[in-house]
């Protein structure tokens, strides 16, 4: 069996990464080591992650650990799964140097045995643990291009083959070890509830710019996240980089798009993926789930911009108000 190998960055708040490989990015911004933005309560990563209600039925409870030679511990703590998307959230405590400002490990994910076909990308996230010394929680976003089957229980096989640390007092003393594994996760997850919960939107707006043609295809809402899909025919990457959705109440949420991909066997046409947007990474600019649920309509609003190159959408990023249209919001 081909199996292609992901890499999850899980970034202390020493240091600023951003990893790439094929079809994946990982990274997280610097903060500072007190940053309520980066330390999450212990227990329950997912719910705090994604701004839900404690005692969800989304999650799934795993709370599997393996332990290294060396004393350090990895916990599968959590699993929630939706439509093309499965988040984990994995503690490293244990036996880390002190000043440790970066672990990243190595790993491949198979879901009812198989990889899936079309690759994946994702983004990996880093938060301390408050009230306990050096555990790290890691929350993993992995996108699948293809269909999970996230309204029955699905069985995962996690593998993580080797741990990278990296550790040092500055910039200027980096110190690093590595300990090879493996270590199994082998577990079943349930989506159901998520997929009940869940409300597809087809759009099928199409509108030109100037290098190409954007097709606006369809929005997703779940419990955990808001994400549109779109494609683009043309050579370059389109200039759309944001999207506004305007609600019944006056407010705005905005989606970044976060990834851009090219199928070979149909280009130039490339698939984009636009995300609920967050203040800072790591937290959300607010659930708004409930807010898309109590408005009974939404209005699409394509903005110029380049993520990519801007660490957070610009103040006179122009609207493209020609191109806006309302759907209504079925219950």
Same mark, same amino acid.
Not at 45 to 62: D, R, W
């Given at each position: 069996?081909?199996?292609?190998?992901?890499?999850?960055?899980?970034i202390l708040p020493l240091m600023a990464v951003m990893l790439m490989t094929t079809g994946t990015a990982f990274g997280v911004a610097a903060q500072e080591e007190?940053?309520?933005?980066?330390?999450?309560?212990?227990?329950?990563?997912? !719910?705090?992650?994604?701004? +839900?209600? /404690?005692? &969800?039925?989304?999650?799934? %409870?795993? $709370?599997?650990?393996?332990? !290294?030679?060396?004393?350090? +511990?990895? /916990?599968? &703590?959590?699993?929630?799964? %939706?439509? $093309?998307?499965?988040?984990?959230?994995?503690?490293?405590s244990g036996d880390l140097p002190a000043n440790t400002f970066s672990v990243?490990?190595?790993?491949?994910?198979?879901?009812?045995?198989?990889?899936?076909?079309?690759?994946s990308?994702?983004?990996?996230?880093?938060?301390?643990?408050?009230?306990?010394?050096?555990?790290?929680?890691?929350?993993?976003v992995i996108d699948q291009d293809w269909d999970i089957p996230f309204d029955q229980p699905v069985s995962f096989t996690l593998n993580i083959d080797e741990l990278n640390i990296y550790y040092g007092n500055s910039a200027e003393?980096?110190?690093?070890?590595?300990?090879?594994?493996?270590?199994?996760?082998?577990f079943e997850a349930d989506g159901s509830a998520m997929a009940a919960a869940t409300k597809i939107y087809q759009l099928d707006q199409s509108f030109p710019l100037d290098d190409g043609t954007f097709t606006l295809?369809?929005?997703?809402?779940?419990?955990?996240?808001?994400?549109?899909?779109?494609?683009?025919?043309?050579?370059?990457?389109?200039?759309?980089?944001?999207?506004?959705?305007?609600?019944?109440?006056?407010?705005?949420?905005?989606?970044?798009?976060?990834?851009?991909?090219t199928n070979i066997l149909i280009a130039p046409l490339k698939t984009m993926k636009f995300f609920t947007e967050r203040e800072q990474m790591g937290n959300f600019t607010?659930?708004?789930?409930?807010?898309?649920?109590?408005?009974?309509?939404?209005?699409?609003v394509p903005y110029i911009g380049n993520p990519a190159a801007e660490r957070e959408m610009p103040e006179n990023a122009p609207p493209l108000e020609e191109y806006a249209f309302t759907i209504a919001l079925e219950k």
């Open positions: 069996m081909n199996k292609t190998r992901f890499f999850t960055s899980i007190d940053d309520p933005q980066r330390t999450l309560k212990p227990g329950d990563p997912l !719910t705090q992650y994604y701004l +839900l209600e /404690t005692g &969800n039925p989304y999650v799934n %409870e795993i $709370g599997i650990t393996r332990e !290294t030679d060396e004393g350090i +511990l990895l /916990t599968l &703590n959590q699993v929630l799964i %939706e439509k $093309g998307r499965v988040s984990l959230a994995m503690t490293i990243h490990t190595q790993d491949e994910v198979l879901i009812d045995g198989e990889y899936p076909k079309g690759g990308s994702g983004i990996g996230e880093m938060f301390r643990v408050t009230g306990e010394d050096l555990a790290i929680v890691n929350i993993s003393e980096i110190l690093s070890y590595s300990i090879e594994g493996p270590w199994v996760f082998e295809a369809e929005l997703l809402v779940t419990p955990a996240s808001q994400r549109l899909f779109a494609t683009f025919d043309g050579e370059n990457n389109p200039s759309v980089g944001y999207y506004a959705l305007r609600l019944d109440d006056g407010s705005t949420v905005m989606l970044t798009c976060r990834g851009i991909s607010g659930n708004v789930y409930s807010r898309l649920q109590n408005s009974k309509t939404v209005t699409f």
